[in-house]
T-cell receptor, first 115, second 113 residues
Framework: DVKVTQSSRYLVKRTGEKVFLECVQD?????MFWYRQDPGLGLRLIYF???????EKGDIPEGYSVSREKKERFSLILESASTNQTSMYLC??????????????FGQGTRLTVV | GNSVTQMEGPVTLSEEAFLTINCTYT??????LFWYVQYPGEGLQLLLK?????DKGSNKGFEATYRKETTSFHLEKGSVQVSDSAVYFC????????????FGKGTLLTVNP
């Protein structure tokens, strides 16, 4: 089974801290994604990566950066955490495999609270 | 750009009731369409998918048909169970080299015994 593992289920951080959310997948997928999930807003794409060291901004990249030094690991960085970044963060991975029909596999999510 | 619109929730049903969750989309090209489900406290998992017009995806008693003429992919189940209580997301993937998924806002379904 494909597994996408997020390093923490729950995090509490202080305003202004630099926060790292880690995600690891074990299926050699090319594409990895970070979404945030908020009530009434659904899933919004923050960043995605289509290869090692390659990244592209999603719909809401402000206040975030990412790092992909190895194919299996995709990190989301909150440069200076703010209370409006309190949210559920979901990591996903997906193979391209020459077709756009493939499903994305999700981690269990990290619920981040910034106080 | 691509977008997905699904019916707003929450939806509350009694066990064995019929379920429909509407989903319509706008997309360039010929998208693939997906329904994902999120059970409480978990991440999203694929429920079903359809890759071309008139395809029907099905899984666990749920069905959805890819209707190109109405740009819709409505989710249906004939008889819901308490265990179907979850958030349901409609999504599409279309065009480009990196096949991003675009999601709807999600519909919370609660099934009461």
């Amino acid at each position: 089974d494909v597994k996408v593992t997020q390093s923490s289920r729950y995090l509490v951080k202080r305003t202004g801290e630099k926060v790292f959310l880690e995600c690891v997948q074990d299926m050699d997928h090319e594409n990895m994604f970070w979404y945030r999930q908020d009530p009434g807003l659904g899933l919004r794409l923050i960043y995605f990566s289509y290869d090692v060291k390659m990244k592209e901004k999603g719909d809401i990249p402000e206040g975030y950066s990412v790092s992909r030094e190895k194919k299996e690991r995709f990190s989301l960085i909150l440069e200076s955490a703010s209370t409006n970044q309190t949210s559920m963060y979901l990591c996903a991975s997906r193979t391209i495999a020459g077709t756009e029909n493939t499903e994305a596999f999700f981690g269990q999510g990290t619920r981040l609270t910034v106080v | 750009g691509n977008s997905v619109t699904q019916m707003e929730g929450p939806v509350t049903l009694s066990e064995e009731a019929f379920l429909t969750i509407n989903c319509t989309y706008t997309a360039t090209g010929y998208p693939s369409l997906f329904w994902y489900v999120q059970y409480p406290g978990e991440g999203l998992q694929l429920l079903l998918k359809a890759t071309k017009a008139d395809d029907k995806g099905s899984n666990k008693g749920f069905e959805a048909t890819y209707r190109k003429e109405t740009t819709s992919f409505h989710l249906e189940k004939g008889s819901v169970q308490v265990s179907d209580s979850a958030v349901y997301f409609c999504a599409l993937s279309s065009g480009g080299s990196n096949y991003k998924l675009t999601f709807g806002k999600g519909t919370l379904l609660t099934v009461n015994p």
